[in-house]
């Protein structure tokens, strides 16, 4: 800690003298900044440890057998697959719709709901709130013993269990969106909630009422715009969520969700496996730049 | 069934909007558009829960088959009685030892990650560049959600044992990752570094907003009363920040508690509490232990449960200077 030596010489361009503090957070390092070296030698390592897997990985999935470099390994993402083994497409198709489901499901329960606590019952927000952080305790395993409990103790025959086993179809696994929307429920309350928080709500209502809008009016032509980020950021968790769930797909024995595809792919082909976990990767970390893009221009037209 | 949505009488609610007070009069119903929350809640994520609860308590006993003397039909009896021995059961043998490696890897990346992570949440939100800090903020919002399989595999592939550097450090320096190096993937340090991977962001996630909260004039304050840097940490940041890095810290250990398939993708006999449950579930049990997945999910949420609790009190402490 005791870098005050080199630390002045280190920012040579902050002794000059002092301006008018425009900046608080400038003042602080008008003083010699402690650690300079610290800092780079931490923001070095981390680099080389987030950056490294990534870059080792892809060189990985380009090495070819023989020597050289071979793009085979993600030309066999999209070959097709063998009769009888599902393929690439399948599954991210198949993770896809279930994506779908969860986000219009997700938002159909959350949406009016959090209007509502904003706009009529604040009283309650305390006990929604609560419940809604509730299934950061309970781990996906823990929630998936108990939904197989509840599977098991349903008795052949009645209305119940087929209704269980429609819902457990392979073609339309409805059950993991049940479970989804209460996985995803933490995020999107949050999300909803400051996108709600931060705009007059009541005003808008009451003044889009007293301008003879009905209810759906004011729900779909003034209240969704003004909380368009804050939906797509809510629909944007709700899809990587689905999109790299394993524990309840794989553990209820679904087979075709992307990661349990992923997973169950023959460990022969490593470098295949590779390549997919690259792809999926780019593919999310592209979205979520998209998201962070959007969000950072609505944040500087309202500055602007 | 819906108890718990029972609407309570409106009782100042009518003040609030002028226009509409002759609609407002009447009982408010506004209370009945909250009952598909609370509906949803009770069956798909509650129910299942009270299960597990239920279940964890209880064991099925088959009887002997026995002739019906009327019908002569052979019959089973089966009786269900309410027990402790599931659960005296999950802390038995392999299933405590489970449990013992699940607290230790997680107390090990959580105190790692919470360390590393607030060194690195520092030097970011010190620097004199905005660009690194929307970097990195941007960089571990997406890594801190990139776990699972997909993470498993880059790490295979980096440090497998047909990875890219072992196989790298191997040819051209003569290291063996395993032999020389004493770390295996599949092995408790190497799952605890692939753990690192999305529990580092996490950290830095959560304590970034609490060191840009740090006051430049709580710091020149104390500067100006004669105190030392380090006095100006032990005394003034350091208590501040305590309650939102211990809080951290509890995140870190619940997030790693309850990974399942980061772990799983590497070595699926990797003796952690998650990896059991589902071994359980997929029928791997003696029989009469039907109950003993119930009873480790019982354990996991007697572990997990007062630590969110404790997170939520300490969250709480620390928004009353950080806001």
């Known amino acids: ?304 | 069934m819906e108890t718990t949505v029972e609407p309570q009488p409106p009782a100042e609610e009518s003040k609030s909007s002028g226009a509409g007070s002759a609609r407002l009069r009447r009982p408010d119903l506004s209370v009945l558009g909250l009952a598909p929350f609370f509906i949803y809640v009770l069956v798909v994520f509650i129910l299942p829960i009270a299960f597990i609860l239920y279940n964890a308590f209880r064991k099925t006993t088959v009887g002997k088959s026995v002739r019906d003397p009327i019908t002569q039909q052979f019959k089973r009896t089966s009786s269900t009685s309410f027990t402790g021995s599931n659960v005296a059961d999950s802390l038995k043998g392999i299933y405590r030892t489970s449990l013992i490696t699940s607290v230790k890897l997680s107390l090990l990346v959580a105190v790692l990650g919470a360390v590393v992570g607030i060194l690195l949440a520092y030097a970011v939100a010190n620097s004199k560049s905005t660009l690194l800090r929307q970097v990195v903020t941007a960089a571990s919002a997406v890594t801190a959600n990139f776990g699972g399989v997909p993470l498993a595999f880059l790490f295979l592939a980096t440090i497998g044992n047909a990875g890219a550097l072992t196989t790298f450090l191997n040819g051209h320096l003569g290291f063996s990752l395993q032999n020389d190096g004493h770390f295996q993937l599949s092995a408790m340090s190497g799952i605890a570094v692939v753990y690192l991977y999305f529990l580092i962001p996490l950290m830095v996630l959560v304590m970034m907003p609490a060191l840009e909260g740090l006051k430049p004039q709580w710091g020149e304050a104390a500067e100006n009363l004669g105190a030392s840097r380090w006095d100006y940490w032990r005394l003034v940041a350091g208590p501040v920040l305590l309650p939102n890095f211990l809080g951290s810290v509890l995140l870190l250990f619940c997030s790693s508690f309850s990974a399942y398939a980061t772990a799983y993708a590497i070595n699926s006999s990797f003796p952690i509490v998650t990896i059991r449950i589902s071994s359980v579930l997929s029928g791997n049990v003696l029989s009469g232990q039907e109950n003993l997945g119930a009873a480790l999910a019982l354990d996991m949420i007697v572990i997990v449960l007062p630590l969110t609790v404790i997170y939520q009190l300490l969250q709480r402490r620390t928004s009353r200077w950080l806001e």
């Not at chain 1, 991210?92 to 994506?99: F, G």
């Not at chain 1, 599977?151 to 993991?176: A, E, M, N």
Request: proline share 7%; with cysteine; hydrophobic share 50%.
């Open chain 1, 1 to 304: 800690m005791s870098t005050t030596a080199y630390g002045t010489a280190a920012a040579p361009e902050l002794v000059p003298a002092a301006p008018v503090d425009q900046h608080p957070r400038r003042s602080r390092r008008r003083r010699p900044a402690s650690g300079s070296i610290a800092r780079w030698t931490i923001l070095t390592i981390s680099g080389v440890y987030f950056i490294g897997p990534l870059i080792a990985a892809i060189s990985f999935t380009l090495q070819n057998p023989k020597g050289g470099v071979s793009f085979s390994a993600y030309r066999q993402i999209f070959a097709k697959p063998p009769t009888g083994q599902i393929g690439f497409t399948t599954a991210l198709v198949y993770s896809l719709e279930i994506a779908v489901a969860t986000i219009v499901l997700t938002l159909l329960l959350m949406l009016p709901t959090q209007l509502l606590l904003q706009l009529r019952l604040q009283r309650w927000r305390g006990l929604v709130e609560i419940i809604t952080l509730l299934p950061l305790v309970f781990p996906p395993v823990v929630l998936v013993v108990g939904v197989s409990d509840v599977f098991t103790q349903i008795h052949h025959g009645g209305p119940l269990y087929s209704f269980t086993t429609f819902i457990r179809d392979q073609h339309h696994p409805l059950v993991l969106v049940f479970l989804y929307v209460i996985q995803a429920m933490p995020f999107v309350y949050r999300s909803l909630d400051a996108g709600i928080r931060s705009i007059d709500a009541r005003t808008l209502v009451e003044a889009s009422r007293n301008l003879g809008a009905g209810w759906v009016t004011v729900l779909l032509r003034v209240l969704m715009p003004c909380l368009r980020t804050a939906i797509i950021n809510a629909g944007f968790l709700c899809f990587a969520l689905v999109m790299g769930e394993y524990t309840i797909a794989s553990i209820l024995l679904y087979n075709k969700p992307f990661p349990v595809w992923l997973a169950q792919l023959p460990t022969t082909s490593g470098h295949v496996q590779a390549a997919v976990s690259v792809f999926s990767l780019l593919l999310v970390e592209a979205l979520l730049l998209l998201i962070g893009a959007l969000n950072w221009r609505r944040a500087a037209e309202k500055r602007g």
